[in-house]
């Protein structure tokens, strides 16, 4: 039986930087036990002679020329920014006074 | 004219009976007559759709050389970007987003004159199987308005149903395709993965995720599919390969000699009883045609849909990341930029989203990374084989799509569990990346209601699906005298 607690989703919540409420906190952890039981199955059969697919496609890398080709304008790219300043992206503050 | 199937419409418009502005005004007034019951749509672009519209009459007229579906109108899911027509993805998260550029499938549809009539409803960043996910409030199934029309693309095949369009574009990362056709007496394929591109494709999990035509009818599908199918640069896990033939196979129908392999992991506990009839029903008919049907075992099938659940969450959690009130979506709160983006993704995101990027913050953590998602990606070779072995035995494999008809809204909303059990047959095409269509295999006898019947065929042979399905499609017409979607209730009568 897997254990989320309420403070290993609050964790799982920083590091996916999204808030939740004590609500939120309470159904996810219980929630999330009941799915990870269910998915843990997986490793009955994943043993360690079976290589892992984690695409359908038997590519390697795609590369392509580098050539300059149209591509959206700075009004265009900006257009849907929630603010912009001078032809940027206009965001909160991101280093504390002491960085 | 709405309740024609696209290729008559198309025959309609190449003989002069009708032009594409009055075949769009007719959808436009059916969605004006009959949307605010189904709520299939969550923006009509009128304008837009018949600016298109008036574009190709004009060229039919100065005898300009079109596509097959030219004038045509198509409903699509709002997971596809379109240039200047809001974007939701079915979330707050988006609202009021004007994408600045069009997704190739968006380029491909005007590139052969087929109408956008507008964004279908959808469950919040594709993460559903009911379309009850969506921020802007569910769609309702046109066979009875108190039940699901599927999910997550519930908004395209219930315009379908509804006649509010004859084409839809929906996305296909675990089902959202097939299922929501299943229940809604429709028609929808999930190519190969790689057959359509996912340039301009909102990311949900991308080695999972796929567009693919949804229609009334198999050839319907077969000319969407060759008209947003095939090469794109912009896509690199795109494949440069042509589009397998599926309008020649659609119309071909002939299946005397395939082999028709029946899973049989996909079938019994926990399939509802009419489904199964149907179903066995179909088989009766395709062995009737000449097809040989066989049982083939795909024993790692069992474990498909935990796998799903550790790698769609663990995919979505990384591409979920990009919504960070930075460069466009909703911003909320004040402080610093990362307080900004807790807040934002407080608001912005549904219960379904939340849950998932959490449970793939977990499976790809350090310390569970190999327990969890390492181990489903094992698992996803397995089952990738076990395809690999029945495709040794059968041309294609089938099953029902659903294993059930269209359950009430609001029924299983609250228990995640048994909404994912929605998807059991469907993943596994996903997981080993090759392609599904579902086609009606009629009402189930218990409630009424339509169901599906899924064929899948290897890689890059998706031709061989819509031989079968044409020829079954057929063959049910045949029996019952008229289209499934002739039963269902008429809408906007009063």
């Given at each position: 039986m897997s254990n989320i607690s309420r403070d290993d989703v609050a964790n799982l919540a920083k590091l996916a930087r999204i808030n939740l409420s004590e609500d939120e906190l309470s159904h996810l952890s219980s929630e999330l036990s009941v799915i990870l039981d269910a998915v843990a199955?997986?490793?009955?059969?994943?043993?360690?002679?079976v290589p892992p697919t984690s695409h359908p496609l038997p590519l390697k890398n795609v590369f392509r020329d580098d050539v300059v080709r149209p591509s959206l304008s700075p009004d265009e790219a900006l257009s849907g920014a929630p603010a912009q300043e001078e032809q940027r992206f206009k965001v909160p503050q991101i280093l504390g006074e002491e960085q | 004219m709405i309740n024609k199937s696209a290729a008559e419409m198309a025959a309609a418009l190449t003989s002069g009976e009708i032009s594409s502005v009055e075949l769009t005004q007719q959808h436009l007034d059916r969605i004006n007559q009959v949307d605010k019951d189904v709520?299939?749509?969550?923006?009509?672009?009128t304008e837009g759709a018949l600016a298109q519209a008036r574009d190709v009459d004009s060229k039919r007229k100065s005898g300009e050389k079109l596509s097959p579906l030219a004038g045509v109108p198509l409903a699509l899911k709002d997971v596809l970007v379109q240039k200047g027509v809001p974007t939701t993805c079915g979330s707050k998260m988006l609202e009021g987003w004007r994408p600045p550029y069009d997704s190739t499938v968006v380029t491909r549809l005007k590139e052969n004159g087929i109408v956008i009539l507008g964004k279908t409803n959808m469950d919040e960043f594709a993460?559903?199987?009911?379309?009850?996910?969506?921020a802007y409030g569910p769609t309702h199934n046109p066979w009875d308005l108190t039940r699901i029309p599927g999910g997550s693309g519930g908004g395209s095949s219930a315009a379908l149903a509804a006649f509010e369009a004859p084409l839809a574009i929906g996305t296909d990362t675990g089902g959202s395709i097939r299922q929501p056709a299943a229940v809604t007496g429709t028609v929808g394929v999930k190519p190969?993965?790689?057959?359509?591109?996912?340039?301009?494709?909102?990311?949900?999990s991308s080695s999972l995720d796929q567009a693919g035509p949804c229609a009334r009818t198999v050839l319907d599908a077969a000319y969407l599919h060759e008209a947003i199918g095939g090469y794109d640069r912009m896509d690199s896990t795109s494949i440069n390969q042509p589009i397998p033939p599926v309008v020649a196979a659609a119309k071909d129908g002939n299946i005397k000699g395939m082999k028709i392999g029946v899973i049989k992991e996909l079938q019994g506990d926990g399939y509802q009883a009419g489904v199964l009839k149907l179903f066995n029903q179909s088989l009766e008919l395709l062995a009737s045609l000449g097809a040989e049907i066989v049982e083939v075992s795909c024993k790692y099938f069992d474990y498909a849909l935990a796998a799903y659940y550790l790698i769609a969450p663990s995919e979505c959690s990384s591409n979920l990341a990009r919504f960070d009130a930075m460069r466009y979506g909703i911003r909320v709160g004040e402080g610093s930029a990362e307080d900004v983006m807790n807040a934002t993704r407080q608001l912005g995101f549904g219960r379904e989203v939340k849950r998932r990027i959490i449970l793939g913050t977990y499976a790809l953590s350090s310390g569970y990374y190999d327990a969890y998602y390492g181990s489903a990606q094992k698992v996803r070779t397995l089952i990738s084989r076990d395809f690999d072995s029945a495709f040794n035995h059968a041309d294609v494999l089938v099953s029902p799509t659903a294993p059930t008809t269209a359950f009430k809204i609001?029924?299983?909303?609250?228990?995640p569990i048994a909404m994912y059990l929605n998807d059991i047959a469907t993943i596994p095409t996903n997981l080993a990346g090759i392609g599904g269509m579902s086609i009606p295999s009629g009402l189930a006898e218990e409630d009424g209601l339509p169901a599906g019947f899924q064929i899948m065929a290897p890689a890059m042979q998706d031709d061989r699906m819509y031989r079968v399905g044409a020829a079954l499609e057929s063959a049910l017409l045949s029996k019952w005298g008229k289209p499934i979607l002739e039963n269902a209730p008429l809408l906007g009568a009063k």
């Open positions: 199955r997986v490793q009955e059969v994943a043993s360690s002679d | 709520h299939a749509f969550l923006h009509v672009d993460m559903g199987s009911s379309t009850e996910n969506s190969t993965y790689g057959g359509v591109s996912r340039y301009g494709l909102v990311a949900f609001g029924e299983k909303a609250n228990d």
